[in-house]
């Protein structure tokens, strides 16, 4: 996402974070008893737990979650050989590694960002401006599906585009008559496109440096794909929009809302515009969502949108007496002894997502465990050796080897660095061009992020909706969707899935190494 990454294509710095995260090639650095699929114990355990919590007993709280990887890691522990120290000192190797960091900081800087947006009356304005132009329940999740992918196109990070769009979009969606589980489908489709063909993305750059491509090649050869899914997606939305009931809202509320929301709260595209033009001129996207936040705050200040103490205010005792004489403070506010604390929307933007940094950082020190100790390896040798016997075969590997992935580890960009050195392995065996390799890892990974109900992409979502019963009075816990009730409504991760597995079958778009170079990029 850096400017050098994303406007020079500087591969050996990220070349060098990648030799950082892979296991080492010697052999594996924790011994496992029996056999080293062993090492997958702590993943696939977290995998029941989180599919019997969320699935079975439709409990969505992200800490059970954390306990949930905090019990599997302990497990995973006695099946060790040796000294446990190994694999105490690999936990914190995975919890320190960038990858887990970047996505943590996307989700903390977005989260700000969107609630601040919010306190100044975007949601309002979204609303005003969708009954304005005659946009109903219907066609909302279709539209939001096209604004998803724009944004997260533009500013290279399906996960903030989550944020946001969870944000501000899913409440004007589910006022105006939406579907909440279609609404939230249309938002993690947009991300995934966006993470698949944004040339900032993570996912895109790691993709095209681990195969040896050029960033630009690499974006233009993956167009087709993105649109041949895109396409059936969007008619999808706009088929089931039709098909599947919103929740009835009290009248009352309703048109309380909408006799309420003003074109005013929509100053706040501009808000929008800086964030999307200073990520595509190549800024890092903490830079480029800290000029958003300063934009927004400039706003919604000056247009009498929000006030000082609704972005941050400190909850001082009234009974303390420096606090009475800092009172005059536009951010301080006297309270009863018991009602103290921090509040704001930079503070609840920020706030809501900690059981889910947690989460993340103990998910990537599993993974970080199961490479260790040599389970990729194991599972990735077979794929070579027994699976991928023919050019469609090797194709058919390589997209379901990317999907498998990245269903253990739940952050796209872990799971593509996870599994590209294997990519590469199986594509040079049998001459599969560079670019066509970092289609399939990009495609797959992206896809699979926002659809598996453990996944990344799934729950930061869903930490945005969840503190939406706090912030409107109409808003109840019923209208928040469960991570499971989603996964088949993520229409374009799904069929940008079926794309690739039907591009395997058929050979579609396949093209060898020999067909096209880095250097022939301009004939695409």
Not at 118 to 130: C, P, S
Not at 223 to 244: C, D, E, Q, R, S
Not at 378 to 390: F, H, N, P, R
Request: glycine letters at 12%.
């Amino acid at each position: 996402m850096t400017q050098d990454r994303a406007s020079h294509g500087d591969g050996e710095e990220l070349e060098s974070e990648l030799n950082e995260i892979r296991p080492a090639e010697s052999g594996p650095e924790i011994e496992f008893r029996g056999s080293q699929l062993l090492s997958a114990i702590p993943i696939s355990l977290f995998i029941i737990w989180a599919v019997f919590q969320s699935g079975i007993l439709r409990v969505g709280d992200t800490t059970g979650l954390v306990a949930g990887m905090l019990v599997c890691l302990i497990v995973g522990m006695f099946f060790t050989k040796g000294d446990w120290k190994h694999y105490a000192n690999t936990v914190f190797e995975g919890m320190t590694q960038r990858v887990a960091a970047t996505a943590i900081v996307a989700w903390l800087w977005a989260g700000m960002f969107a609630n601040t947006i919010q306190a100044g009356g975007f949601v309002g304005g979204l609303v005003w401006a969708a009954d304005a132009v005659n946009v109903g329940g219907d066609m909302f999740a279709a539209v939001t599906f096209v604004l998803a992918g724009l944004l997260a196109t533009g500013i290279g990070t399906g996960y903030g585009t989550t944020v946001a769009f969870s944000a501000l979009f899913f409440p004007a969606g589910v006022l105006l008559g939406a579907n909440p589980v279609l609404i939230f489908g249309a938002i993690l489709s947009g991300a995934v496109f966006g993470d698949n063909l944004a040339p900032v993305s993570d996912t895109t750059i790691v993709s095209a440096v681990t195969q040896d491509s050029d960033i630009g090649g690499v974006v233009a050869s993956r167009f087709k794909y993105a649109i041949a899914a895109a396409i059936p997606a969007f008619i999808a939305y706009v088929v089931m929009g039709n098909m599947m009931a919103g929740i009835d809202i009290s009248q009352q509320a309703q048109q309380l809302f909408l006799e309420s929301s003003t074109p005013a709260g929509l100053a706040h595209l501009l808000s929008m515009a800086v964030v999307i033009g200073t990520a595509i001129s190549g800024r890092h996207i903490i830079e480029a969502v800290s000029w958003g936040l300063v934009v927004a705050a400039v706003l919604n200040l000056s247009l009498g949108l929000a006030t000082v103490s609704d972005m941050i205010v400190f909850r001082a005792p009234e009974t303390l007496g420096m606090a009475q004489s800092l009172a005059f403070l536009p951010f301080v506010e006297l309270v009863a002894p018991g009602n103290t604390g921090v509040g704001g929307s930079i503070y609840t933007g920020a706030k809501g997502f900690f059981p889910l940094v947690v989460l993340v950082l103990l998910i990537v020190a599993a993974s970080q465990i199961m490479m260790r100790g040599g389970g990729f390896k194991v599972i990735q040798d077979w794929l070579l050796d027994k699976v991928a016997t023919s050019v469609r075969r090797a194709e058919l590997a390589m997209v379901l080897g990317t999907a498998t992935v990245n269903a253990a580890i739940t952050i796209n960009t872990a799971a593509e660095i996870a599994i590209s050195p294997y990519i590469a392995r199986i594509g040079e065996k049998f001459n599969i061009n560079g670019y066509r390799r970092a289609n399939i890892l990009d495609a797959n990974t992206s896809a699979m992020g926002y659809v598996f109900p453990w996944g990344g992409g799934v729950l930061v979502g869903f930490a945005a909706i969840q503190s939406l019963p706090g912030q409107y009075e109409w808003f109840t816990q019923a209208m928040v969707v469960n991570p499971v009730s989603v996964v088949p409504y993520v229409f374009h991760g799904w069929f940008l899935f079926a794309v690739f597995v039907l591009s395997a079958i058929t050979g579609f778009g396949l093209e060898y190494t020999h067909d096209r170079s880095s250097s022939e990029v301009s004939r695409v």
